[in-house]
């Protein structure tokens, strides 16, 4: 009964001691800009911090108030804010680093990856990093973490401040002011067109995207999606696919309006665009196919090769049906060479043809 009372009495204390170091904070200068350089490899040094605290219990780890770091990268520079962070490394592996944070702040961002770089500042919500050092090479994974309300999550391999190889995951990310972000010669592609949130999963490895998922949400509802590989030094040199449903005609009209001067398609019965489907590879259309139906029952169908530097030097199987006359002359009068087509009335018209460089042949 007594060594019985001896433990109790024994692991009362230790309880009560390990309860005690679990909020003991003991003052240390223990990281310097130097070192937090030679442990990131150069990626990440520290401006100036309030106060740096060992925490013993649960496990030791050091604990920075008020701590500002700056970011150097050779395509991206930055200053980041972190009320409190926490550092802890591995008691058996001296090369593996976690970092916790509940929020932290970007600024004074500049960067040659994109226009506006302003508009990338903003706050990180809920970020833990693992950093590992591997010879010259450092690994930097996280978390999912919120950023502009979109989730996400990477993981970074760099090598003496390069950026060799990115996997990341992007979800919920509100676009409408990032688009912003692209050189101007992209922006008019997107103008005037009602964006909503963009889904994206790929990686990056040496000035090539891979796009496992794009998928961009519009306002109305449709959405667009792209899988493939993006040559980012010359997006010419891509191979990628396109689709996308339920597409208004308004955003059809302002989309192809920004993209190449081609025929006036404000004539455009109103409808969607239920599905299209567009294959790219290294600098030509391969393949494309569409379908839509307007508000008043007008279905086109239209499937092959559609060159966009003049439509009607195209290779394309049509297919229409209607009960709409004026819908039909409406959009026939659009056509210049076909502006003396005469006006008829029907009950119902269905049309089988193809368009083959120039000649229009009807089958049905």
């Known amino acids: 009964m007594k060594k019985f009372r001896v433990l109790t009495y024994a692991s009362l204390i230790l309880v009560i001691a390990l309860t005690i170091l679990s ?3 003991l003052p240390v200068e223990a990281l310097t800009s130097e070192r937090i350089e030679d442990e990131t490899s150069g990626l990440f040094s520290l401006n100036s911090s309030e106060r740096q605290s060992l925490l013993i ?35 058996f592996d001296k090369n593996n680093i976690s970092i916790q944070l509940e929020n932290a702040n970007l600024q004074n961002i500049t960067t040659n990856l994109v226009n506006n770089s302003v508009l990338l500042e903003g706050e990180v919500e809920n970020l833990n990093l693992k950093i590992v050092n591997t010879n010259n090479l450092t690994r930097i994974e996280s ?3 919120k950023y502009k309300g979109a989730s996400i999550s990477f993981d970074a391999y760099v090598d003496d401040s390069s950026l060799k190889k990115l996997i990341f995951s992007i979800d919920g990310l509100e676009i409408d002011e990032l688009v912003l972000l ?3 010669k992209y922006q008019k592609f997107l103008k005037q067109i009602s964006f909503s949130t963009l889904d994206l999963k ?12 794009f998928e961009l949400n519009l306002k109305d509802d449709s959405k667009i999606n792209l899988l ?24 059809i009209i302002k989309f192809i309006d920004n993209l190449y001067s081609g025929p006036d398609l404000k004539a455009l019965p109103e409808g969607i665009l239920k599905n299209f489907n567009i294959d790219y590879n290294e600098g030509m259309l391969k393949e494309s196919s569409f379908s839509y139906q307007s508000n008043l029952g007008t279905n086109i169908s239209v499937k092959g090769l559609i060159k966009s530097n003049n439509i009607f030097d195209s290779n394309l199987n049509i297919e229409l049906t209607s009960t709409s006359s004026e819908e039909i002359l409406e959009l026939i009068n659009n056509f210049n060479f076909l502006d003396k087509f005469p006006k008829f009335e029907f009950d119902q018209l269905k049309i089988d043809a193809a368009l083959n460089k120039g000649l229009f042949k009807i089958d049905t």
Do not use: C, W
């Open 202 to 213: 790929g990686e990056y490895l040496e000035d090539t995207l891979v796009l496992d998922k």
């Open 182 to 184: 692209l050189d101007e």
């Open 228 to 251: 493939g590989i993006i040559d980012t030094q010359n997006i010419l040199n891509s191979d990628f696919k396109i689709s996308g449903s339920n597409i208004t005609s308004k955003n």
């Open 23 to 25: 909020f003991i904070k």
């Open 57 to 91: 219990l649960p496990s030791p780890k050091i604990e920075m108030i008020n701590s500002v770091f700056a970011l150097k990268h050779n395509s991206i520079e930055a200053e980041v804010s972190v009320p409190t962070i926490e550092l802890s490394r591995s008691l």
């Open 143 to 145: 978390n999912k973490f």
